[in-house]
């Protein structure tokens, strides 16, 4: 197994350095992230000595010790180190709990165990905000949280040791400065990125195989997976959730990509399928973007949640998705998107990868639908963003990007908070005024 250097790594130094063991730190993301394995990293580099619980597998002697002795730390220390036969040493060893969802009752002793001191203690997670997950427990006030997300373009590029390319990109985005001959060669580079994925095993595959087949025998097996996931939830939310998941590549190649229950089934509500979407977006299978009814820098004053937008989180997964039911090669179907001979619409894959990008920068994500006064059909921005006291609207061209009606009518409308757009499309970095149009491989820097 290929252990990829991840940009996690360095926010689980900076915990460390920091803090101290004053907190434990929670890394949550979706299951194939890659937690497990940067973490087992992580300890290995960084202390002494480590112990991994894996809750997924921990038998019920190891789980008695949290039932048993969170009044007498001494004899749980004793004991868990006798288990795994491992010596633990005072502030130079970890501790990690492993799929801590899977037993509340662990996290719940992290106040204990922060408390007292002599260990660092790191969970991962994921289904980690779930409800029944959280239901019956304290949530420790020691712990502090980080999300982490599939390999984006720059961690995908250091998998095939390229280390070079993205700060001369950034500097290209800073500067605005064209890419020129070279542009054609980072697209193709990011057109592969997007259809292999940011799923580790999916990178894996590439690199060690570098076809298509096996890259999409990993992705089926990873959708499965969250498919089955949903089939865990209690009542007919998991039905709904599965059924949501499924639809998403429907849902993005319309024109109109808001969440329409309708789709799902004729004549319902989104309030029906409302719970099953707000745990689609805690699992982190899938980035919700809400409508802002009132664009300004404060855009969480004005959020109709209630008004959504569902992205696959990861466009790889979305591309395999799309395909589910052909039995072509996958060499041949990839060749033909690459190539744009598939007939199919490429721009929501294109939007997907802009929404992952932006919740790989951190970036909540927002949408704005609006009225103008030049056209009597309600206008609509891709994404919008809080950049200080400004809001920044971002439109996705995959095709034609000369043409952005709705992004001029949004600068127009709120010129009191925009003084700067950006159009993401496929050629080459060029300024036009107080619109910056981007090739999507800089998109990253938004």
């Known amino acids: 197994m290929i252990i990829f250097k ?8 900076e915990w460390k350095e920091k803090f101290d063991g004053k907190y434990a730190i929670m890394i949550e993301g979706a299951r194939r992230v890659g937690k497990t394995t940067i973490v087992k990293q992580f300890v290995k580099d960084r202390y002494r ?33 006798r288990i795994y036969d491992t010596v633990l040493y005072d502030r130079e060893s970890a501790v990690v709990f492993d799929e801590v ?15 007292d001191g002599r260990y660092d203690y790191i969970e991962t997670g994921s289904l980690i905000s779930i ?3 959280v239901q019956d427990i304290l949530i420790p006030s020691e712990e502090m949280s980080v999300s982490m997300h599939p390999m984006d373009f720059e961690e995908f590029l250091w998998a095939q040791d390229d280390e070079v ?14 890419l020129g001959p070279a542009h054609k060669h980072y697209m193709n580079k990011y057109n592969i990125y997007m259809l292999v994925g940011g799923m580790p095993q999916s990178v894996e595959a590439y690199l060690e195989k570098k076809n298509f087949k096996t890259v999409e025998s990993v992705k089926r097996s990873i959708l499965k997976l969250y498919s089955d996931d949903t089939s865990k939830i209690r009542s007919d939310r998991g039905s709904k959730s599965k059924r949501i998941l499924s639809m998403i590549p429907s849902f993005l190649s319309k024109h ?5 229950p309708s789709q799902l089934r004729r004549g319902s509500k989104t309030r029906e399928y409302f719970d099953s979407v707000i745990w689609l977006g805690e699992s982190k299978m899938v980035n919700l973007c809400y409508r802002n009814s009132d664009p300004s820098p404060a855009l969480d004053l004005s959020l109709d949640e209630h008004t959504f937008k569902i992205y696959m989180l990861d466009t790889g997964l979305l591309v395999t998705a799309s395909f589910a039911s052909n039995t072509g090669r996958p060499d041949d179907i990839y060749a033909d998107i690459l190539n744009n001979k598939m007939g199919v619409n490429r721009g929501m894959f294109f939007e997907n990868m802009i929404a992952q990008e932006l919740v790989s920068s951190g970036h909540k994500l927002i949408f704005s639908r609006f009225e103008s006064k030049d056209s009597v059909r309600t206008q609509e921005v891709d994404f919008i963003i809080a950049n200080g006291g400004k809001v920044v609207p971002v439109e996705s061209k995959s095709s ?3 043409r952005h009606a709705s992004l001029d009518r949004f600068m127009k409308k709120y010129s009191k908070h925009t003084d700067l757009g950006y159009v993401v ?8 005024g107080n619109i910056v149009y981007i090739p999507i491989y800089l998109a990253m820097f938004l």
């Open 6 to 13: 991840r940009k996690i790594y360095n926010k689980l130094s």
């Open 49 to 81: 000595s480590s112990i991994t619980i894996d809750f997924s597998k921990a038998d019920e002697q190891t789980k008695d010790l949290f039932r048993d002795h969170v009044k007498n730390l001494d004899m749980f220390f004793l004991h868990l180190q």
């Open 101 to 115: 969802q899977l037993f509340p009752l662990a996290r719940q002793m992290i106040k204990h165990l922060v408390e």
């Open 131 to 133: 409800k029944q997950n």
């Open 165 to 178: 390319t993205v700060p001369m990109l950034e500097k290209a985005f800073r500067d605005r400065t064209p």
């Open 256 to 260: 109109e990509k808001t969440f329409t």
């Open 400 to 402: 034609v990007s000369g």
């Open 425 to 432: 499309h496929t050629k080459d970095l060029r300024a036009d």
